[in-house]
């Protein structure tokens, strides 16, 4: 037979005397309280907010302006000297002059196919590179070089090294010095490997159940899916190698070999003679500051170009595969 004798319940302890359970306090609906970065924000915290942002705006715009205004400015409007956010008379004549002298024309077109050249041989590095080391079982010494790789970001030989490893492998004075010293960045090589590794393993098994090599893989598959990132991380080498003058300045001896950021550093910043900018050294030059705020423009203009055509890929290529290591 069953056994039908009953069980003693488990008493009940009510709370000490003096002391309730706490319980979250209903809000303004009687839902629980959130925490304050989750609330909606105040009016006068959205106009407090609103004025930094404006701010930041015109201390960013301001000097992009005034340097736009001078370079458009007619010399006579700058002889008076104050403050000139808007050109009185337009002139052209300082574009005229440092184009049509060659140097900066030159300049900028060594710039230009430095800055292509070196983009594409360091995403192509940089892409093979971190596919290889993803297959760390399957490639011997995978993970080695990856902690080598690792280490350059906390060691660098320098410059005198460097100097040395140019001249001695025959790079000296050649456009190569620009581009092949600093080809792979261990930065983008470790988020590009991480946002392969992120991918579906299932993907790969089954383009190798059909057939597919590693090539095929690698340009059918994960070249698609990780778009974003690879064109934020072409945009950060070309940022690099376009910004980049003091390997000009320590590997070029020749002047005609100059990059425009080299030509703005010696005109601008240095402050040299700009007579080379003439097309004729009889002729006689604008004010040297409208020449040095035309070059400055000319040296800045093709990246903000560029630039907007990348941004819609900015936020994502940035984020993803930057968390997981």
């Given amino acids: ?106 300049a900028l077109v060594v710039s230009i196919l430095v800055t292509v050249v070196g983009t594409i041989v360091s995403m192509v590095l940089t892409v093979l590179t971190a596919y290889s080391l993803t297959r760390t079982r399957d490639v011997p010494g995978a993970r080695f070089v990856l902690w080598l790789i690792l280490g350059t970001m906390l060691f660098s030989a320098g410059i005198i090294p460097n100097f040395l490893l140019v001249r001695a492998t025959g790079m000296l004075d050649s456009y190569w010095s620009l581009i092949i010293p600093g080809a792979v960045n261990a930065f983008n090589l470790v988020v590009v490997r991480n946002v392969f590794m992120d991918l579906p393993a299932e993907l790969f098994d089954s383009a190798r159940i ?32 376009w910004s980049d003058f003091f390997s000009a300045m320590i590997y070029l001896n020749d002047t005609a070999k100059w990059p425009i950021q080299l030509v703005l550093r010696q005109f601008v910043l240095e402050g040299q003679s700009m007579t080379q900018l003439a097309p004729n050294p009889n002729q006689p ?41």
């Avoid at 930094?52 to 006579?76: E, G, H, K, R, W």
């Avoid at 598959?221 to 934020?232: D, T």
Wanted: aromatic share 8%.
């Fill in 210 to 241: 059909d057939g597919a090599n590693e090539w095929q893989i690698l340009w059918r598959i994960v070249l698609p899916l990780s778009k974003a990132v690879l064109a934020v991380v072409s945009l950060f080498y070309a940022v690099a190698l």
């Fill in 285 to 325: 030059l604008p004010q040297p500051q409208t020449l040095q705020m035309a070059v400055t423009v000319v040296a800045t203009l093709p990246i903000l170009i560029v630039y907007p055509f990348v941004q819609r890929f900015f936020t994502k290529g940035v984020l993803v595969g930057a968390v997981k290591g």
């Fill in 1 to 106: 037979m069953a056994d039908t004798t009953t069980r003693p319940r488990p008493a009940v302890t009510a709370p000490p005397t003096g002391e309730t359970t706490r319980r979250p306090r209903p809000g303004r609906r009687g839902r629980a309280e959130r925490p304050a970065w989750s609330e909606r924000p105040s009016a006068a915290a959205t106009i407090g907010k609103g004025l930094v942002l404006t701010a930041i705006c015109l201390a960013v715009l301001y000097p992009m302006v005034y340097i736009l205004a001078v370079s458009l400015s007619d010399q006579n409007d700058l002889a008076g000297g104050g403050l000139l956010l808007w050109p009185k008379h337009w002139s052209l004549e300082s574009y005229r002059t440092i184009l049509a002298g060659g140097l900066v024309t030159r």
